[in-house]
Every structure is written in structure tokens, then in C-alpha cells.
């Protein structure tokens, strides 16, 4: 049964966005999301973006939702899967070269975390030695080459392979989708026989860190106060329902109208509400 998002969110104090497929494609925010975004922060809603993008930093992420300059989703409350890569990079690598797949944007996460990035195809075994390898995005590299330089590095070299977005896909527009990150590196595992360490949703950990964002700036907050909103049932909609929130899916990204009753059956995930899209 469909309901209505307007009328849910009353239920609500905080509300986690995914963003691509909730919010926006890789074409940009949708039409009417920025006011919808402004009407729930009017209604003194708490409202995160929680998203598997590790594309850029959260600082950039947040430049989407700004209406004539002013941010409409702080940089605090964008919870990105690369604030966990770098957290993992900051204690457990602690130095030397990090070899990346991505844009020179996505580098952020790993300078953040005091370490030195090297795209992959820039990586030579003279004048490098890379301590681990992250799959940050899926542009900023040619796939034949690099990817296939992957594949043979995590061959030859034992060293750790993170994975800063665990999506298999993307909506590039209303009716078509991208390979993402988690998809490529899914084939590289196959490739090459390892089980890389992936970070992002519908692993607990990245809603645990939103949530206690969210409590640092309401004590009195719960889990039955807080909303996650998603297109896809394998990760925003099973994640949400393992760490205890409430959870809506909307049709306005990867799962489809016509294919979210099916994929609900098939599946066994099932959330709380389905939503057409946060504008209706």
C-alpha cells in the first residue's frame, strides 16, 4: 500500500536521506527535492544524508543541497561511507601510499586520513609500494586498464582492498542505471579470489555514526524517532531494518513501481512504508 511522505514524516524528528535514487541521479538533484528539504527544515525535522557516495567530500556532497548559498543539509549531517574508509585508513594503514579507483576528488578521504593517494594507473612498481588499495568510484579511470591493473596488483601483492561504496548500482536517470563502485569491485573479488573489506549501507556501522550525530545534537532522540528513506531493499531498506529505525522506500530510483511488490516477496525485506517519491 502506498502512503504518502508528506504525511509520515510527522511521525518523525529525524529523517536519513539516501541520496541517489531519494534525492538526486547522477544527472543532479531532483526538481522540487531543495523544497522539500526546505519544508522539513522549517518543521524543525533533523535531516541526514546518509549515502554510500565516497565520490567527493562531504563538503562537496553538501554543495547539491544549497538553495542561493546556503545549505539546506549542513556538511555535519552528510554521513558518507568514505568518513568510515577513512577512519579504517587512519588506524589501520596509518602511512605510505594508498593506490585508488576514482576521481581525484574521491582522494579526499584517504589525504584526510594523513595518507598519501596515487591513482592506479599512476602506481609503478619502481617508485611505488602501496600500503592498500581503495575502490572510491567508478569514473576518473579508464576500466580496461586500470581495472585489469587491479586484478593483478591484489594478485601479486598481499595487502588490504577496501571498498567505499557497496551499491551494485546507480540511477543515472529516471530510467536508467550505472554500474557502481560495489559492482565493479564485486568483479574484481571474482577475478581474483579475495574478499575485500566493504564499508557503507547495509552495514550497521555507517547508520550507528549518523545516529549518533543525531543524538550529539538531540540527547532525547530514540531510533523510533528517526525515519531512512531509500530506493533500494538491499541496502537502505534491510540496513535501516537491522539497526532498529523505521523505513520507507520510495520508486523514484532503483526499485521501480512496477517491480517493488516482486523484489519485497523475493527478497523478504520489507519496509515500513513505500513512498512514490519524498514529493508525494
Keep these: 500500500m502506498m502512503t504518502s511522505f508528506d504525511e509520515l514524516v510527522d511521525s518523525y524528528s529525524c529523517i536519513f536521506f539516501d541520496a541517489y535514487g531519494v534525492l538526486k541521479s547522477s ?27 565516497a565520490s567527493k567530500s562531504p563538503h562537496r556532497l553538501a554543495k547539491a543541497y544549497e538553495r542561493d548559498g546556503e545549505p539546506l543539509v549542513p ?27 576514482g576521481k581525484e576528488a ?24 602501496p600500503r592498500c588499495i581503495v575502490m572510491l568510484d567508478d569514473e576518473g579511470f579508464d576500466w580496461f586498464r586500470d581495472v585489469n591493473k ?22 543515472a536517470n529516471q530510467d536508467d542505471l550505472n554500474v557502481a563502485a560495489g559492482g565493479l569491485a564485486r568483479l574484481v573479488e571474482v577475478a581474483t579470489g579475495r574478499q575485500f573489506i566493504h564499508f557503507g549501507k547495509p552495514d550497521p556501522m555507517i547508520f550507528s555514526k549518523a545516529f549518533h550525530l543525531a543524538l550529539d545534537e538531540n540527547p532525547r532522540l530514540t531510533k523510533r524517532d528517526v525515519l531512512m528513506v531509500g530506493d533500494t531493499l538491499t541496502t537502505d531498506i534491510v540496513g535501516g531494518n537491522k539497526y532498529g529505525v523505521d523505513t520507507a522506500l520510495v520508486l523514484s530510483g532503483t526499485t521501480l513501481e512496477n517491480q517493488a511488490q516482486a523484489l519485497i516477496q523475493a527478497t523478504g525485506i520489507v519496509p515500513t512504508y513505500i513512498c512514490g517519491s519524498i514529493l508525494t
Design 27 to 53: 544527472a543532479g538533484v531532483y526538481p522540487g527535492v531543495l523544497d522539500v528539504l526546505e519544508d522539513l527544515r522549517k518543521r524543525d525535522k533533523q535531516i541526514y544524508v546518509v549515502t554510500n557516495d
Design 150 to 171: 587491479v586484478v593483478n596488483l591484489v594478485r601479486r601483492h598481499n595487502i588490504p582492498v577496501v571498498v567505499a561504496n557497496t551499491d551494485i548500482t546507480y540511477p
Design 106 to 129: 574521491a582522494a579526499y578521504y584517504i589525504a584526510a586520513a594523513g595518507l598519501h593517494p596515487i591513482p592506479i594507473t599512476e602506481v609503478t612498481p619502481e617508485d611505488h609500494s
Design 75 to 101: 556538511v555535519k549531517r552528510i554521513v558518507s561511507s568514505g568518513l568510515l574508509v577513512e577512519d579504517y585508513l587512519r588506524n589501520k594503514v596509518r602511512s605510505g601510499w594508498v593506490a585508488y579507483l
